[in-house]
């Protein structure tokens, strides 16, 4: 049987940056199948049946450490470290999680639409994250930008005003714009003057707040628009700004303001909906050949 073609992603380049994020992980057929045969007494048939409508959990596309019957491959020929299979016998599943809203829901829905079909090659998981689960996986994604390097409080800046007013169109705004400050005419939102993007002083403390969270270290505190500041350098300034009082910030510690601020930047008490698309195009067409491959064993073994 011809190997087949490595199917295309889906697209989501409509979707707004950031609101997608990708999980690759290796199952192994065989063990997979182990346990129908071994454990639930099927046979081979109908347990290469039954593996047709596997789907992983969330927890086993998304855990750090994979359990049997995921892993991760030590390379392209590596074999299954459970049972020794060959790369034949495993199948890759990726999936995307979408985080729900406002600014990805019928994109969503359009994209699900599409992929859908009889045979399955796509399924689609829910779970529910409180605001602070969503926001720390945001963080997480942040931190593959380096604050150590050129270009780095644009680009914080930018993916946080990506993440808090999904609907604008950023990338726009900050091809054109050289420098980014604090309005001292604009009570909220945001606007461009002589190439300057110029931030209402909530929105402003709240992207310096997350610049200090995105880099901040023991030793020398955190890289913002004003320089690097320590914690009770940051919180002295939020205080005078007035913007710990507009968020209903009373704590007095700087570490327990910034447990409370990083509560309240992340959307507050409540929760989101993440959804999971799953591409189970691999695991059907490695499913195809394993009775086939079964049943030549068998054949070769009676010869
Ligand atoms: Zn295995």
């Known amino acids: 049987m011809a190997q087949a073609a490595v199917a295309e992603p889906p697209d989501f ?30 046979t081979a048939r ?7 409508s596997y789907t992983p959990t969330v927890q086993e596309l ?8 995921y ?15 060959s790369s034949r016998r495993y199948a890759r599943i990726l999936a995307y999680r979408i985080e729900g809203g406002r ?6 829905r359009e994209l699900v639409k599409a992929l859908m079909d009889t045979k399955g090659s796509f399924a689609v998981l829910e779970e529910r994250h409180s605001h602070d689960e969503a926001f720390f996986s945001w963080l997480e994604r942040m931190a593959s930008l380096r604050p150590d390097q050129e270009g780095w409080i644009p ?10 007013l999904p609907k604008e169109n950023w ?32 929105l402003y403390h709240e992207v310096m707040a997350v610049q200090y969270i995105l880099s901040r270290s023991r030793m020398s505190g955190g890289l913002t628009f004003e320089g690097r ?36 930047l992340a959307g507050g008490d409540g929760g989101v909906k993440m959804y999971y698309l799953v591409d189970r195009r691999d695991f059907l067409n490695k499913l195809k050949a394993l009775p086939m491959a079964a049943r030549q064993k068998r054949a070769a073994a009676g010869a």
């Open 155 to 164: 680009a914080v800046t930018e993916a946080f005003l990506e993440r808090k």
């Open 229 to 264: 500041l320590t914690l009770a350098e940051l919180v002295r300034k939020l205080r005078l700004s007035g913007y710990l009082r507009l968020c209903g910030i009373e704590a007095h510690s700087p570490a327990d303001i910034l447990e409370e601020l990083t509560h309240h």
């Open 62 to 69: 998304t855990s750090h450490t994979p359990v049997r019957p």
């Open 171 to 202: 990338r726009e705004v900050f091809e054109q714009v050289h420098t980014i400050r604090r309005s001292i005419r604009l009570e909220e939102g945001w606007e461009i003057d002589n190439r300057r993007l110029f931030l209402a002083a909530p």
């Open 71 to 85: 892993f991760l491959p030590a390379g392209p020929k590596a074999h299954c470290p459970y049972c020794d299979s």
């Open 13 to 42: 380049s409509s979707f707004p940056p950031n609101t997608v994020t990708p999980f690759e992980r290796t199952v192994c057929l065989a063990c997979v199948s182990g346990v129908f045969t071994r454990v639930l007494g099927l």
């Open 46 to 52: 109908k347990a290469a049946q039954e593996m047709k």
């Open 103 to 108: 600014a990805t829901d019928r994109l969503r």
